[in-house]
């Protein structure tokens, strides 16, 4: 349908937000190497439900690539 671009469009997260989650996964996956629980990602503190969020965000930006990339 031709409505689809523009859902994917309007519920996909922002290139700032993208590299956000990014940075606060990758940050964490840091942390927790060395048995830390919160840490920060730009001068904010970051823990498990900020973590879990860039999770989320990151698994529908990718989902809704893959969709794209298959239309």
Do not use: C, F, W
């Not at 997260?13 to 940050?27: G, I, N, S």
């Not at 840091?30 to 990602?41: K, N, Q």
């Not at 498990?48 to 239309?71: G, H, N």
């Amino acid at each position: 349908p031709a409505q689809v671009p523009i859902v994917n469009e309007a519920y996909s997260p922002t290139a700032q937000e993208v590299d956000y989650a990014r940075r606060v996964v990758e940050a964490s996956i840091a942390a927790e190497s060395t048995g830390i629980g919160s840490h920060g990602v730009d001068g904010k503190m970051v823990d498990a439900p900020v973590v879990e969020r860039a999770r989320r965000i990151l698994a529908r930006y990718d989902a809704i690539q893959k969709r794209l990339q298959r239309s």
